[in-house]
Nanobody, 121 residues
Framework: QVQLVESGGGTVQVGGSLRLSCAASGRVFGFNDMGWYRQAPGKQRELVAV???????NYADSVKGRFTISRDNAKNTVYLQMNSLKPEDTAVYYC???????????????WGQGTQVTVSS
């Protein structure tokens, strides 16, 4: 019912930058919180950053000052600008979006397919 299309992953050297995008679509009333999580090999999935519909943001301590999350409500798209990348940022990055159903405005969370980010030293 909800489709999330991620793009922008890849391989970059230490100190480089990447920008991830996640476009949401579907027959829903709208989208609330939009965020990014990541999962490194052998580790649990963790929150990277989240942004509310009104633009309030929250970041993991490990990315504060280096990553910036933003969204375009007209395009139902969330972005993650990643600067000063470190080897420990290497992971699969997943988009996570809360959708509201047409009937009853019931919220549910949806995951993207994931995009690989590799930071080489």
């Amino acid at each position: 019912q909800v489709q999330l299309v991620e793009s922008g992953g890849g391989t970059v050297q230490v100190g480089g930058s990447l920008r991830l995008s996640c476009a949401a679509s579907g027959r829903v009333f709208g989208f609330n919180d939009m965020g990014w999580y990541r999962q490194a090999p052998g580790k649990q999935r963790e929150l990277v950053a989240v942004i509310t519909r009104s633009g309030s943001t929250n970041y993991a301590d490990s990315v504060k000052g280096r990553f910036t999350i933003s969204r375009d409500n007209a395009k139902n798209t969330v972005y993650l600008q990643m600067n000063s990348l470190k080897p420990e940022d290497t992971a699969v990055y997943y988009c996570n979006v809360e959708s509201l159903s047409l009937i009853g405005r019931v919220g549910s969370y949806n995951w993207g397919q994931g995009t690989q980010v590799t930071v080489s030293s």
